[in-house]
């Protein structure tokens, strides 16, 4: 083996996580892991305190734990994004390459910054303004239900009926999440929906604190968000990106005015294609692993059924996915502390 073999880097693709990721048990995420970004935290907290909202260190370590106001729109994606970001800036550069990002919802945000599309103050503004945007409305709400079968593997003839049983009680797709299909439409459409479904522990899961996104009903939050973040200015990202379509943004093929126009529209009103967004991540870049950006772990068991939709690394099962993972890891999950560690630099 050549001395160049042995310090080839280890192509990694970025995926960032979106709302639901910070709970109880990851607050304080950035004092634990995050001071040496003393400077950059001081700004969030700077813009977050000139719109008169709480710190996003304060959040994160000194107002105690509470759902109802760490998992509010305007919070929460915030949190999120400076966890992620964070994140991102610690991975070492020496021992892993990062040839695209995606993400899910809040997480194409995220991207943005991620992939040098926006420098992170003006992503904060954006995730800040959108945050609040959707408190301040909060139109209808989320429902999750899997479409894949006890071992991950897919259900095509389920996902099918899924679809369509939303359609007849009034409710849409937001999400594609692989094996999990979330559905956003309002409270009585959800009901129906929720009724309709075979119960299946601890599905159907409604999502607290979560409006339609991704649906029909967030048109009065576009037209608001498009006349608020009109002065956005977008670059071509220094690394690719991958959306809610699939498609992908390269440094030398992305047009800003559209990069604004998707996310201040398309993304925001029609269904989030996550799935596709990890499959094309694979089939595209060829990656050695994947690395999920904190906090949290949760997206977790739907990058493996996205996965296994794909036959990628030749995962075909939930077993093979776990043994995988235990022998030669294909996901790097930063919200896992042993998992964590192999992508930091050296002490």
Not at 48 to 59: C, I, N, T, V, Y
Not at 99 to 113: C, E
Not at 115 to 121: E, H
Not at 280 to 299: I, Q
Request: hydrophobic share 40%; glycine share 8%.
């Amino acid at each position: 083996m050549s001395h160049k073999e042995i310090n080839r880097k280890e192509r990694v693709v970025l995926i960032c996580p979106g709302r639901g990721t910070y709970n109880q048990a990851e607050w304080g995420y950035l004092k634990r892991y995050h001071t040496d970004k003393a400077e950059l935290l001081e700004a969030f907290d700077t813009f977050r305190e000139g719109a008169g909202q709480p710190g996003l260190q304060a959040l994160d370590s000194e107002l105690p734990f509470q759902l109802k106001l760490h998992s509010r729109g305007d919070h929460a994606s915030a949190l999120i994004y400076a966890c992620a970001y964070a994140d991102a800036l610690s991975i070492d550069p020496e021992r892993y390459e990062v040839v695209a990002v995606t993400g899910n919802s809040l997480g194409w945000y995220i991207t943005l910054a991620a992939a040098g599309s926006l420098p992170p103050m003006i992503a904060l503004e954006l995730i800040n303004t959108m945050g609040q945007l959707m408190q301040e409305a909060l139109i209808g709400g989320q429902l999750i239900y899997p479409c894949s079968d006890e071992q991950w593997v897919p259900q095509p003839e389920l996902r099918a009926s899924l679809l369509a049983l939303a359609t007849e009680q009034g409710a849409e797709l937001s999400i594609d999440l692989g094996g999990m299909l979330v559905f956003g439409g309002q409270a009585d459409a959800l009901q129906r929906l929720s009724d309709k479904l075979p119960p299946r522990d601890p599905f159907p899961m409604k999502l607290h604190n979560h409006a339609a996104f991704h649906t029909s009903l967030q048109q009065p939050v576009l037209e608001k968000a498009r006349n608020t973040l009109a002065h956005l200015a977008f670059n071509p990202p220094s690394i690719p990106m991958i959306d809610g379509r699939g498609k992908i943004w390269t440094s030398w093929s992305s047009d800003p005015q559209l990069l604004w126009d998707y996310t201040l529209g398309h993304q925001l009103v029609k269904p989030y294609d996550f799935a596709r967004a990890i499959q094309v991540a694979v089939k595209e870049f060829a990656p050695d692993k994947l690395v999920l950006l904190g906090p949290g772990s949760t997206l977790g068991g739907s990058i493996a059924q996205s996965l296994i939709q794909a036959g990628a690394y030749n995962l075909t099962s939930k077993a093979d996915f776990i043994a995988r993972q235990q022998s030669d890891p294909v996901l790097l999950s930063m919200g896992i502390e042993e998992q964590r560690q192999r992508l930091l630099p050296p002490e």
